[in-house]
């Protein structure tokens, strides 16, 4: 089972952190459908010190996601070491993560996200100040390198586990894949037979059967979900049980997946406010209607949509109409 420091996991089955889409009202729902780890969308270091009220409002946590990981990033010691502290003393989170993966040009240009794939040394220093100054576990998600030339995975793992931390998430890709390609299993290996803390493994896990692929195939100790969750939280579910079980259960019908979407909707409105809330929401109320016959049009009409009212009266509509259709088929 998944341990990292003295926080035990049900499974092994991890959400990655989202930028602009982790939120608790994300999170909340993920969770219920099973996942072991829910982690936070990255937060800056700066906005923490500065008490800047938008980034406050991103450390909120409900107890019912725990255990849960938040996550950091920033690029100089002082401000970073702040920021951890504030975390391990003023929120209930489980876990302080330190962002080493993002590649977005905005945040390398601050030495922050994936920049620190440049330097173990860097990793080193900045992991080990953190780790002395809070007493709740300590982990680092980073991506594999910064480019083809510059594969520093297992001495960046090892930094990290020299330096305290008590677990790595590896996503299998550089810097400048960005998320094009394909993810390398093989390093995630490499890296998890070079270091004695738990790994947990990302990259093109689309399935459960990409789950249960990478488990055995490179030994790590949990795997991280992340786009493949958008607006279906059903493959958390589905992962988690066929890795329990065998069992490969079906996907959600279009009165599922509408109805769990007008929850998450609700719970935004709840975090955020209407008028924020349903904007926010219309990303992911196309993310809900992947799949389902004849959402092109709906998907247009969801960036029209400026109430909670009109949104639901969309949603209901369209899935009234599939619901109708498949009646129809059924009968003729």
Known sequence: MLKIGNIEMKNPVVLAPMAGVCN??????VKEFGAG???AEMVSDKGIVLQNEKTLEMLYIDEREKPLSLQIFGGERESLVQAASFVDKNTNADIIDI????????????????KWLLDPNKIYEMVSAVTDAVSKPVTVKMRMGWDEDHIYAIENARAVERAGGQAVALHGRTRVQMYEGHANWDIIKEVKQAVNI???????????????RMLEETGVDGVMIGRAALGNPWMIYRTVHYLETGELMGEPTAREKIDVCLLHLDRLIELKNEFI?????????????KGIRGNAHVRKEINLCDTREELV?????FVQDVEEKEASSQVG
Not at 313 to 317: A, E
């Open 198 to 212: 738990p790994v947990i493994g990302n990259g093109d896990v689309e399935t459960p059967q990409d789950a249960k």
């Open 99 to 114: 962002n080493m993966g993002c590649p977005v040009p905005k945040i390398t240009k601050c030495d922050a996200g994936a």
């Open 313 to 317: 009266n969309l949603l209901s509509g």
């Open 37 to 39: 780890l829910v982690c």
């Open 24 to 29: 608790s009202a994300f999170r909340l729902t």
């Open 277 to 289: 809330a349903v904007r926010e929401m219309r990303k992911h109320a196309a993310w809900y209607l």
